[in-house]
């Protein structure tokens, strides 16, 4: 016995046009468009033949949202003449002062076209239902109160962009309203907490990442849920349940938080995920079992308690997210989503077609593979850039001959040296949603099993593929980049790297026979390496200007930072200039690291913060003469300004030390001028 979904449907009008989800996703439906069925598609997708639509796709999926985002949407009755409608300026919205009773997380995604529905306990994407009851057990929740508020504007706006968009930002402020005021004091009921019954948690979050000192807890999610009583399935994973009030806030900065409005109560748990740690921050093990997913638990275990007007400082709380080794490279961050990679913020937008009788038939981004990867997609560490190199999805896609094509990725990465049998690989995947749908990884055309690796949190890894923990989520037909998130850990021994070239490929089998629907999402990549040293920069190039030289080189994949000394004497007697350089440092606002020295030669020693060994030179030079430099290149940049006149011209060599934790060694020949400033930035 469970509770089911409670939706909220309203049957609009039929002059309604347009439609509002958020900022991003809203557009004019039109009136009595016509409509007929889409290729190699669900059949709520349809193409649009006529209106402001024609030649489109559409379906109530490709207005679907988090519940975290939701505050108001929406329909808007406006004029269009160019399709003959007359409309009202009117609109009709849903209100939610807080999404406390919503079920999932904060990054739970639910229908908000159906026309107009407000899902609570939605099951859609297949996540957040687990409302199991045992017997005799009392449970209450007040799901609500929230607002449909009705509004207009001036008969006199007559573009449909201008009344819309009017409509949309008047409820925007109604909402917005509306949040401020709650708790709501106009509602007396036993089962709601007023303002009173509600205290406030805050603190602040640290990550220890020993392979990354610049881990940042900013924007990560934070937040505090009780474990229901019982559930359906034994699930003790707060993204499936769907009983308890949750609540959630984002961390800022500096990883402080504030959760304002909590319910009054005992034996809550403190939640975080987000970038900058892998995984999950849970501050106690649950009755009963833990979550399928990786997290990670503080030294010492505690308890949130809430009290009714009063606030609980939890101070200071240390993550330590699990590692192997130093990182080799990685893939995307964390964000529980596919939204950073190819086609992840587009993800929802259907092609447009050539036209209405002749459409493309590529209703969805995932059916792209084909047409953006012609010859497959091989992902090159160093070269590529994962925003537009590296699909969000792995899915089918409709064969030219016929039957489902399986898609599959790899990575090539280098290797300066052959770790050998007594190093440890392990491959951290974040999955974003899954589908029925178990996962092949190899590494140099090895197949990872249970033989030859060990896995976390599933650790049963057979040679026809492994489930993730969470793989229920339709979510590539249901149009969204996340559904039920799962991550695995897939740790191996290091003989199966080699120096030089080496390949990892990612695919699946279809399990359960030949369907649209099997997929995963691609939250995140990163493969560590016991004993690995991140190999020093290349491409290291000096640009002359007027009162500046720039300094440019490609990020390094592993290396956290990077230290710039400088002498007047080639290889000895260094002086520091900057230490820990992660990003602007000179002329940014916030800090101003500049040394100065006099007009002599002067070597610069760039040292990374990892590593201690490998060789590399190379030459370089560059040359300007009037004028200010203002090329720029990919990579990491940084700039020496010096103080003298505008004729420069700088020569040097490239070299790796060996000693120490020094990644290279940048020789910056300087002529002429009398005072010099040399900055990093």
């Known amino acids: 016995m469970g509770t089911g979904e409670e939706r909220d449907n309203i049957y609009i009008a039929p002059y309604f046009n347009w439609m509002s989800v958020n900022d991003q996703v ?3 439906c039109g009136i009595n468009a016509s409509y007929t069925g889409a290729f190699y598609s669900p059949q709520e997708n ?21 519940f975290s985002a939701e505050r108001v949407w929406g329909w808007s009755s406006v004029s269009d003449s160019a399709f003959g409608v007359t409309g009202k300026n009117v609109g009709i919205w849903h209100v939610v002062s807080s999404w406390e009773f919503y079920n999932g997380g904060p990054l739970k995604p639910e229908l908000n076209d159906a026309p107009m529905v407000n899902m609570i306990n939605g099951g859609h994407y297949y996540f957040g239902n687990d409302s199991g009851f045992a017997a005799g057990e009392v449970w209450t929740r007040v799901s609500g109160p929230y607002f449909i508020y009705v509004n207009n504007v001036s008969s006199s706006l007559t573009d449909p962009v201008a009344a819309s968009q009017a409509l949309y930002a008047d409820a925007k402020a109604q909402a917005a309203a509306e949040g401020t005021a709650w708790p709501y004091s106009w509602l007396n009921n036993a089962n709601y907490a007023s303002s009173a019954q509600r205290g406030t948690v805050t603190g602040q979050i640290v990550i220890n990442d020993i392979y990354n000192p610049n881990a940042s807890a900013s924007n990560l999610w934070v937040g505090v849920e009780q474990q229901p ?22 961390a800022d900065a500096n990883g402080n938080f504030v959760i304002s409005n909590v319910v009054a109560g005992n034996n809550y748990t403190l939640y975080a995920f987000g970038p900058g740690a892998s995984g999950m921050f849970m501050s106690k093990n649950q009755n009963g079992g833990n979550p399928g997913i990786i997290y990670a638990l503080p030294s010492s275990q505690f308890t949130v308690v809430v009290t009714g007007g009063a606030t609980n400082n939890l101070g200071t709380v240390t993550w330590t997210p699990a590692r192997v080794g130093p990182t080799v490279f990685d893939i995307g961050y964390l964000t529980r989503k596919g939204d950073k990679f190819r086609h992840g913020d587009d993800y929802w937008v259907g092609d447009v077609g050539p036209s209405p009788s002749v459409p493309s038939p590529i209703w969805t981004k995932f059916m792209e593979f084909p047409f953006d990867f012609p010859s497959g997609l091989n992902y090159v560490v160093g070269q590529n850039r994962w925003s537009t190199d590296w699909n969000f999805i792995q899915s089918v896609y409709p064969g030219f001959s016929g039957g489902d094509t399986v898609s599959s990725s790899t990575v090539t990465f280098n290797l300066a040296n052959n770790p050998g049998s007594g190093n440890t ?4 995947m974040g999955i974003a949603s899954d589908d029925n749908t178990p996962i092949y990884v190899t590494v140099n055309n090895t197949l990872l099993t249970g033989g030859n690796v060990t896995g976390a949190p599933v650790t049963s890894l057979p040679g026809s593929g492994w489930f993730p923990a969470n793989n229920i989520s339709d979510s590539n037909i249901r149009e969204e980049n996340h559904g039920g998130y799962s991550d695995e850990r897939l740790t191996f021994s290091g003989g199966l790297l080699r120096a030089g070239a080496n390949t990892i490929n990612f695919s699946f089998r279809q399990a359960g026979g030949s369907g649209f629907t099997h997929h995963f999402i691609y939250d995140y990549l990163r493969l560590e390496l016991t004993g690995y040293v991140p190999p020093a920069p290349t491409s290291v190039t000096a640009y002359a200007g007027n009162n500046s030289v720039l300094l440019s080189w490609p ?59 490998g060789q590399l030179k190379r030459q370089f030079s560059a040359e300007h003469r009037g004028g200010t430099i203002r090329r720029h290149r990919l990579g990491r940049s940084r700039r020496a300004d010096w103080a003298d006149g505008d004729e420069h011209e700088q020569r040097g060599d490239l070299h790796l030390e060996r000693s120490g934790r020094c990644k290279f060694l940048h020789r910056l020949s300087r002529h002429g001028g009398q005072q010099a400033r040399l900055c990093a930035i």
């Open 26 to 28: 809203q557009r004019e």
């Open 229 to 250: 009583a019982h559930t359906g399935n034994n699930a003790y994973d707060f993204q499936l349940w769907s009983k308890p009030y949750e609540f959630w806030t984002k």
């Open 46 to 66: 349809s193409l649009c033949t006529s209106g402001p639509l024609q030649g489109t796709y559409d379906d109530k999926y490709k207005w679907s949202a988090d």
């Open 425 to 428: 690989a392990s491959l951290l």
């Open 555 to 613: 990020a390094v994949a592993g290396a956290t930072s990077y230290n710039i000394l400088r002498s007047t004497t080639s290889g000895s007697s260094y002086a520091s200039i900057t230490n820990g350089v992660t990003g602007p440092v000179c002329g940014s606002g916030e800090r101003d690291v500049c040394g100065q020295h006099g007009g002599q030669r002067h070597d610069l020693l760039l040292c990374g913060a990892v590593g201690e060994s």
